[in-house]
């Protein structure tokens, strides 16, 4: 993002605000036609230098609610949804998506498998 930041105009980036404010406008007009599912909540963990940037962080998600779990990384290696013991290979350097629907309620964690590392919790209630 800071790459391609400064090839934008001011200009640009108001123009940029207003088409997203409208997608978000028309999804909410028209939900059946909307890209993700309705109520897709997209969590996003950046794995880098060995830590997770900026915390693990808690994320609160409604029983029900379709969770797409983002994950880059510097380091290859599994991405591990406990409980409800889903999986996804990142590669080091690329990220790796997970999508889940939330059916289960409690807490449940997220980590690098091979590494036992952390990445994320999830509330579901
Ligand atoms: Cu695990």
Redesign the pocket.
């Known amino acids: 993002m800071a790459r391609w930041w400064p090839t934008w105009s001011r200009l640009g980036w108001v123009m940029a605000a207003a088409g997203v404010f409208l997608l978000l406008g028309g999804c909410a007009d028209q939900r059946s036609n909307a890209v993700a599912p309705a109520g897709t909540q997209r969590v996003e963990v950046h794995y880098s230098a060995g830590e997770v940037q900026g915390g693990v962080q808690r994320v609160r998600v409604q029983r029900g609610g379709v969770v797409e779990l983002v994950v880059s990384s510097d380091v290859a290696d599994e991405v ?3 409980t409800y013991d889903r999986k996804v290979d990142v590669p080091a350097g690329g990220s790796a998506t997970l999508n889940f629907t939330a059916d289960q309620s409690g807490v449940f ?1 997220a ?1 690098l ?1 091979s590494r ?1 590392v952390q990445l994320v919790q999830f509330e579901v209630r």
């Open positions: 591990h949804l406990h964690e980590e498998e036992g």
